[in-house]
Structure formats: structure tokens, C-alpha cells
């Protein structure tokens, strides 16, 4: 038998009789040896870090696996080389990563009263980066200006490639394409096109944060490559011409415009800028084709709404949606019907009131705020908003991107279930983090 008895019963009472302060010390030494700070340095770990966000930014475009094979392996990486006794403990004490968890809780607790527990689940799956995502960066050190750069540079040059792609699949057949918009489709994009657009209008403002803020990673020769970048983002996005996106490229616009008005005093400056960002969507209408045709069906569209005939017109059924959601809240207020019942409970209302739509076209609210408001009530609701206003209210609104990100998100829950789906959500979760990081106060 070994250790034999003698030595055995040494080691216990040379153990016992260690202070807390020795023990612990003694366990944190063990823990160290086995754990990724061991093998890597800070600086590495970091370049680790930009890693895997690359990974998301990649598979915002290319693929959902990649996103969550970045978001497990960030979470994986973070939990061994701080350990999760300490990833916890900065988790539990940071307040802007903590009340990001409500997100997950109210879809959580909708589960005690949803009779679908497999939809509840796949909504549970979907919420929960916005548990393991924040704890992964509790712990993180403030990451310098040069890795805020070169992140927002991977995010640019994957979004310039995808949609350098995406144009020019779009002028090899421009003529069908352009035609097209006035019956009601779309270019064709990665995923979602208007999570896709929200990103490339975002990739428009990290230029421009980097061009005012003079961020290089070599030299200031740079600056031509962020104007050439910007013009070119601002340029596809109208030709895209998805509104929710020209949507938010506008009022992160007119948020800068307001900016030079009110906190810069700038006023003759900031009242022509204003002016500009008022006249140029009408000009844009007028001289870009697939936008002028995405704005006539939309007003066919909306005619052809008010006249019942809603079945495959894409903004007739999106109202529908908002008002089937709409009444499937008024089912429950206070607390919603739950997250798993809102497919089966809006195919019902579908199926007994609208029997014209087809199966295909039956849709959940395209409204964040119905959404939360159907399955959550006004209990969800108000926490809901707590979770996305939180991180300005303590003190991060006065950074610009982090601001023109909530106003970009914010402006298309009118019409998306924007974080009900994988793209959106991690989208606003992986650049709020980083943000939060990069400007956090010591």
C-alpha cells in the first residue's frame, strides 16, 4: 500500500497545520502550473483574444459555426488562463457585464410557463453568449490602442472583401437584380441582410472613429485608406439598399452631425452637415437604381397592406407580424405567454384569422420590442430595457462608438427581432465588450 500510513498521516498533519493564507497560496500555485497562464504571456494571451473575435468577425459572413467556435474557444481561453474563481469574482463585480445576463434570465424564466420547452431551448441557446461572452472579458486587461485598431481593421478587410463579393455578384447581373427591387427582393447577402447591413454600416463608423482619432498601426498614410474605406461602405450601402441599415448609417450621422453642434460648437459647421445628411437620401433615391426601385415597391407594398392583400409582400407581412404579436401580449401582459409558446401561439392567430398567409410566410414579430412585450410582458420588458441602457447610463455613453452602436441597434428593433437570432446578437455583444473594454476606467 502506498504512501505508507506513517507518511500519510505526516502529510496530514503538516497540512493542517498551514494558514488559510499558506493553503490558498499553495493552491493558486498548483492551479497556475496547469492552467494557459503557464504557457502563455499576457501579451500573448491578448493576441489569443484577437484570435478568436476574428473568427466571429469571419463567420459573421461566412459561417454560424465559426461564430460559436469563436465564442467557445474565447470563454475556454479566458476560463483557463485566469481561472474561474477569479473570471467569476471580476464577472460578479463589473455591474455593465452583470446586467447583460438579463437577456438570458427573462428568456430563462419564461421557460416556467411555456408548454413548447423545445423552443424554449433554442431561444435559452441563443441568449446564452450574453452569459458566457461577458464573463470571458471580466477578466481581460484594458486592451491598448494599437489592438483596437488592428480589431477594427480585421473587422473592415472582412467586410470589404464579403462585400466587394456581394457587388460584384450584384453588376454581373445588374439588369435582373435592379428589376427585381420592384417586386420585392433582395441582393443577395450572407445570412440576414439587415444584420448584415448593420455591420457594414458599423464598419463605416469604425473608419471614421479611426480617422478622427488619428489610430494607425504604422503610419499616418493610413488616414487615405480609412477615407477610401468609408466612401466605399457608404456607397455599397446604398446600393444594397436595405432601409434599416440606411437607417442606421444616418443617425450615427446625425449623431456626429449634432455632435460638432452642441459639445464641439461648431455650429456653422455641424447646421451644414445636418442639412447635407437631410437632402442626401432624397438625392440617393433619385440617382441609384436599386434603391429608387426598393422605394417604389415599398409604397406599393404599404398600399397593398392597407387593402388586405398581405400574403408575400415582405413589409405587408411584417406589419402583420407586429400586430399578431401584438395581440398575443395583450393574451398575458404581465408577464408574457413565454418564449418557447410565441411560434405555435402566432401560427394559431395565423391559422384562425389569416388562413391566406401560406406556412412559409408565417412569421414571429419583426419588432424586438413586441417580441420581449409577447413573451416576456411588461416584467421582461422593463428588464429588457434595463440590460441595453445599463452600459451607457454608467458612464460609457460619452464614447462615440460604443453610443453610435446602441443608436445603430436600438433604431432597427422597429422593425427586426434583432437579437433573436445568432448574427445580431453577437454582433452587438462582441463590439460592446470590446468597446467596454478598450475605454473601461481603472
Not at 481561472?83 to 455591474?95: E, M, N, R
Request: glycine letters at 4%.
Amino acid at each position: 500500500m502506498w504512501p505508507p500510513s506513517g507518511l500519510n498521516y505526516k502529510r496530514k498533519e503538516c497540512i493542517s497545520h498551514l494558514t488559510d493564507e499558506q493553503s490558498l497560496k499553495i493552491k493558486s500555485s498548483i492551479i497556475k502550473k496547469i492552467s494557459l497562464s503557464s504557457i502563455l504571456s499576457n501579451q500573448q494571451f491578448e493576441w489569443l483574444v484577437l484570435l478568436c473575435c476574428q473568427f466571429i468577425f469571419i463567420g459573421f459572413v461566412c459561417s454560424r459555426a465559426l461564430v460559436s467556435v469563436g465564442m467557445i474557444t474565447l470563454l475556454i481561453a479566458s476560463l483557463l488562463y485566469y481561472g474561474p474563481v477569479f473570471s467569476l469574482k471580476k464577472y460578479f463585480q463589473t455591474k455593465e457585464l452583470l446586467v447583460l445576463s438579463l437577456y438570458l434570465i427573462i428568456v430563462l424564466l419564461s421557460g416556467l410557463y411555456s408548454e413548447d420547452k423545445t423552443g424554449w431551448l433554442n431561444w435559452v441557446r441563443i441568449k446564452l453568449p450574453f452569459f458566457a461572452l461577458p464573463l470571458a472579458f471580466a477578466p481581460l486587461n484594458k486592451l491598448d490602442d494599437k489592438k483596437l485598431v488592428l480589431l477594427f481593421y480585421s473587422f473592415i478587410l472582412t467586410f470589404f472583401v464579403s462585400t466587394s463579393l456581394v457587388l460584384g455578384n450584384y453588376f454581373l447581373h445588374f439588369e435582373s437584380m435592379t428589376k427585381s427591387f420592384s417586386q420585392g427582393t433582395q441582393i443577395p447577402m450572407p445570412f440576414s441582410h439587415i444584420r448584415y447591413t448593420l455591420m457594414l454600416a458599423f464598419t463605416f463608423f469604425c473608419a471614421i472613429y479611426l480617422l478622427q482619432q488619428k489610430s494607425f498601426l504604422f503610419n499616418k498614410n493610413e488616414k487615405w485608406i480609412q477615407i477610401v474605406y468609408a466612401l466605399f461602405a457608404f456607397a455599397a450601402l446604398h446600393i444594397l439598399s436595405v432601409r434599416s441599415g440606411l437607417l442606421a448609417l444616418y443617425i450615427g450621422l446625425l449623431y456626429m452631425a449634432l455632435q460638432e453642434v452642441f459639445k464641439r460648437r461648431q455650429v456653422l459647421l455641424g447646421s451644414i452637415a445636418v442639412l447635407c445628411i437631410v437632402i442626401m437620401p432624397f438625392i440617393a433615391i433619385k440617382v441609384v437604381p436599386s434603391l429608387h426601385n426598393k422605394i417604389d415597391y415599398m409604397h406599393y407594398d404599404l398600399d397593398r397592406y392597407k387593402e388586405g392583400d398581405i400574403n408575400e409582400h415582405s413589409d405587408a407581412m411584417r406589419l402583420l407580424s407586429m400586430k399578431i404579436g401584438i395581440q398575443i401580449w395583450h393574451e398575458s401582459p404581465l408577464i408574457g405567454i413565454g418564449a418557447g409558446d410565441l411560434e405555435n401561439e402566432s401560427n394559431k392567430i395565423y391559422a384562425q384569422r389569416y388562413p391566406q398567409i401560406t406556412e412559409q410566410n408565417r412569421r414571429v414579430p419583426h419588432n424586438q420590442f413586441i417580441w420581449v412585450l409577447a413573451t416576456t410582458g411588461l416584467l421582461g420588458f422593463v428588464l429588457f430595457l434595463t440590460a441595453f441602457f445599463f452600459p451607457l447610463l454608467s458612464g460609457f455613453y460619452k464614447y462615440g462608438p460604443i453610443l453610435i452602436l446602441h443608436l445603430m441597434i436600438f433604431s432597427s428593433f422597429f422593425t427586426e427581432d434583432t437579437f433573436e437570432e445568432q448574427m445580431g446578437s453577437g454582433f452587438y455583444l462582441i463590439f460592446l465588450l470590446i468597446l467596454m473594454n478598450h475605454f473601461k476606467r481603472e
